[in-house]
């Protein structure tokens, strides 16, 4: 059974860090792209950052700057490094897993998806 989990969110000031963690099993995910969304109350779920089986990478323009995504293909598993957070970063925040970076990046296919991680910023 395929599962990605995620780990490290919580609570910090704005101008603070965070490191997410997306652990899969249950597949192989070496040549799969990784990605990372988010959804605030309210709102749609929105595409974060992206990284291809060779770690191209692919961010929103909202964080770009300040977040990082990378991924260990041996221990299958992606992470993204958010960095500056600012209050409108609050959201629960969803690995996901899908074919290629474009496809995540629109949400088009997308195989798997994690359980989601909170990550609320205070001002």
């Known amino acids: 059974q395929v599962q990605l989990v995620e780990s490290g969110g919580g609570l910090v000031q704005a101008g603070g860090s965070l490191r997410l963690s997306c652990a899969a099993s249950?597949?192989?995910?070496?040549?799969?792209?990784m990605g990372w969304f988010r959804q605030a109350p309210g709102k749609e779920r929105e595409f974060v950052a992206v990284?291809?089986?060779?770690?191209?990478?692919y961010y929103a323009d909202s964080v770009k700057g300040r977040f990082t995504i990378s991924r260990d293909n041996a221990k299958n598993t992606v992470y993204l490094q958010m960095d500056s957070l600012k209050p409108e970063d609050t959201a629960v925040y969803y690995c996901?897993?899908?074919?290629?970076?474009?496809?995540?990046?629109?949400?088009?296919?997308?195989?798997?998806w994690g359980q989601g991680t909170q990550v609320t910023v205070s001002s």
């Open positions: 996901a897993a899908g074919p290629n970076t474009s496809v995540v990046r629109t949400a088009k296919t997308i195989d798997y």
């Open positions: 249950g597949g192989t995910f070496s040549r799969s792209a």
């Open positions: 990284v291809s089986w060779s770690s191209t990478r």
